[in-house]
């Protein structure tokens, strides 16, 4: 899949899972809303119910600032399969204004965050690779 189609279909995508490891190297995996800009994925914990407001997936990026994003299209043609992964570094925002711009981009893909804007924290993710796969030429 080419560069360019990777991007598109990151962009496009509604959800990820994004992956996390803690310090004891044990993984963690959750479904994330994010927003691509440019050389930046940008997610934020919102307002949907939590069992804990200390979450498990920022504990994992201050103890080790790494991340994976994946999304991925099922069809039963499974020509019509696709996943797109993107490695990155990853960072919790400090509030200023890049996380108001990542809240913008948020607010403007998802009516949800338009309506109630997340309070909390916002996370960047730099790519440092990307991989892809598909079920047909594409």
């Known amino acids: ?57 920022l504990a994992n990026i201050a103890a080790n600032p790494v991340a994976e994003l994946v999304v991925d299209h099922y069809s039963e043609d499974w020509t019509e399969l696709w996943w797109v992964r993107v490695g990155a570094a990853a960072a919790v925002l400090e509030p200023g204004a890049e996380t108001e711009h990542a809240l913008d981009l948020l607010s403007a893909k998802y009516e949800q965050y338009r309506d109630r804007r997340p309070e909390g924290p916002v996370v960047r993710l730099t790519p440092r690779r990307w991989s892809a796969w598909s079920g047909s030429a594409q």
């Not at 279909?9 to 809303?33: D, F």
């Open 1 to 57: 899949m080419d560069p360019e189609l990777q991007r598109r279909r990151l962009s496009e995508a509604r959800v990820g899972r994004l992956a996390t490891v803690g310090a004891t190297g044990e993984p963690h995996v959750v479904p994330v809303c994010f927003v691509l800009d440019g050389d930046a994925v940008y997610w934020a914990v919102d307002h949907k119910p939590k069992a804990t407001r200390r979450l498990r997936r």
